[in-house]
């Protein structure tokens, strides 16, 4: 099935474009201090860095943004049994085939307002979520005294403030991930199987019939309390990365006992060509109870295999073999005997 991009996001990209010649700083991070690099000198950046030898030169405003245009070709299957309402089999999949998904667009506003203070705004241009855009954080960042005093300063060199709303800072792989339009970081086309994706996955309509955003996402739907724990070991040697996720989610509805849910993953890629071309590995299976599941606990592995090149610092392209199984559901239930595979294309873009 075919599917046509959205041209939502041009009215917005219009509007910036206007305003850029007058701008000083038309990067999303040029002239701002105590910020990632939004090109692939972010790569393994695993915080906002707290030293910066980026002078103050007054108050500064930067625009960036990130597009990523995936092409798909998927397939899957299911298993599960026939299940008529109003004559209808609800265990039907989607059919889906080649074509080019949703384009994803993102927006970022950096305004540097003294030394090192910031105000910084990330807006989804388009996505999945939502018609039209909507903001994702805004938040200010301060790395600097307003102040000059001696104590002030010397705390300020080990302490970070950041208010507004913005992105719980859990666990380092959300540092990796594709976020809507931002895939330059994540050496694959998708996230984790148990991951936040504010704007929508990036696999459309896999292993469903009812147009989910979450397409090929685990769902503990941990609606009222959640309690987790994540521990991500990072190894780089050379041109070698090595990234393991292990993860311990409890929660549930208040009308329920709390479920848990496990998640591991590991990544390897290695990177070459003066780190502008790789290749990549990645394992990752969770498991755990789901809510209405009285069969037991039910699981789920995926396996990703692809590469990538850097045209620029600020372009990437790439591409991956996906296989997804789901084990132990219900034979009642969509997703038994569940499986996707196939190859995925994404050109990714971030300044």
Known sequence: ML????????????????FVPAIAGAHGAR???????????????????????????GLRLAIG??????????????????????????????????????????????????????????????????????????????????????????????LTLKVGHFEINYGDQHFRRTDGGNGLYNPFVKNTLYTGDRAGTHYFDVMDNAGNN????????????????????FLKLGGLEVMG??????????????????????????????????????????RGAYPGITTGEVGVNRVQVGGGLFITNNILGKIEYVQQRYQDFPTTDLRHGGEFRGVMVQGAVLF
């Open 245 to 286: 996720t292990l993860e311990r989610a409890t929660g549930g509805a208040s009308t329920e006992n709390d479920r848990a849910w496990d998640q591991w993953a590991v990544d390897g890629v290695y990177r070459l060509w003066g780190e502008r071309a790789y290749g990549a590995a990645r394992y990752n299976k969770a």
């Open 65 to 158: 943004g990130g597009f990523a245009q995936d092409f798909q070709n998927l397939s899957h299957t299911t298993r599960a049994e026939p299940n008529l309402v109003n004559g209808v089999d609800a265990n039907t999949l989607t059919p889906i085939g080649p074509g080019f998904n949703t384009a994803m667009a993102n927006l970022y506003l950096n305004v540097q307002m003294a030394q090192g203070i910031r105000v910084a705004m990330t807006a989804y241009l388009s996505s999945r979520n939502h018609n039209e855009a909507w903001v994702k954080d805004g938040y200010l960042l301060v790395d600097a005294s307003p102040f000059d005093m001696a104590l002030m300063n010397a705390v300020m060199q080990y």
């Open 3 to 18: 599917r046509r991009p959205t041209l939502a996001w041009l009215p917005g990209a219009a509007l910036c474009l206007t």
């Open 31 to 57: 002239g701002i201090q105590h910020i990632r690099p939004l090109d692939r000198t972010g790569l393994a950046v695993f915080e906002e860095p707290k030293r910066d030898t980026t002078p103050f030169s």
């Open 214 to 233: 979450g397409s090929g996402n685990i769902n503990p739907k941990f609606v009222s309390n959640v309690q987790a724990v994540m521990v991500n070991p």
